[in-house]
């Protein structure tokens, strides 16, 4: 895969990469991105997400740059529990006019 820790660092910090896994002690995963939705300024996004429990979640996120870093950064997480995708999508774009206070047109 990548070899050493060192170089999966160095290879991070060279790079900006978004990581979500979260896996079960069974091997299995706890929850997975299944779409993203970003903002017209691409200062935002929302990650919906599929829990194990089939119910779903969404991820607000606002782009940063801080100390020469550029990053994504949390800014509400999984609160609400939807029950299904098109749920979640409403709520995800509720949420991007929420927070960008842009424009979203679908």
Same mark, same amino acid.
């Given at each position: 895969? &990548?070899? !050493? /820790? #060192? *170089?999966?660092?160095?290879?991070? $910090?060279?790079?900006?990469?978004?990581?979500?896994?979260?896996? /079960?002690?069974?091997?299995? !995963?706890?929850? %997975?991105?299944?779409?993203?939705?970003?903002?017209?300024?691409? *200062?935002? $996004?929302? *990650? =919906?997400? $599929?829990?194990?429990?089939? @119910?779903? !979640?969404?991820?607000? +996120?606002?782009? %940063?740059?801080? /100390?020469?870093?550029? &990053?994504?950064?949390?800014? $509400?997480?999984?609160?609400?529990? =939807?029950? !299904?995708?098109?749920? #979640?999508?409403? @709520? #995800?774009?509720?949420? @991007?006019?929420? +927070?960008?206070?842009?424009?979203?047109? @679908?």
């Amino acid at each position: 895969m &990548f070899g !050493t /820790c #060192a *170089q999966l660092l160095n290879i991070l $910090k060279n790079n900006s990469y978004n990581i979500h896994i979260n896996i /079960c002690k069974d091997g299995e !995963t706890m929850e %997975q991105m299944i779409k993203e939705m970003m903002s017209p300024s691409n *200062q935002y $996004k929302v *990650q =919906i997400i $599929k829990k194990r429990d089939r @119910l779903y !979640t969404t991820e607000v +996120y606002m782009w %940063q740059e801080d /100390c020469g870093y550029e &990053f994504w950064s949390p800014i $509400k997480i999984g609160l609400s529990l =939807i029950e !299904t995708e098109e749920g #979640a999508v409403i @709520l #995800a774009i509720e949420h @991007l006019r929420e +927070y960008s206070d842009e424009i979203i047109i @679908l």
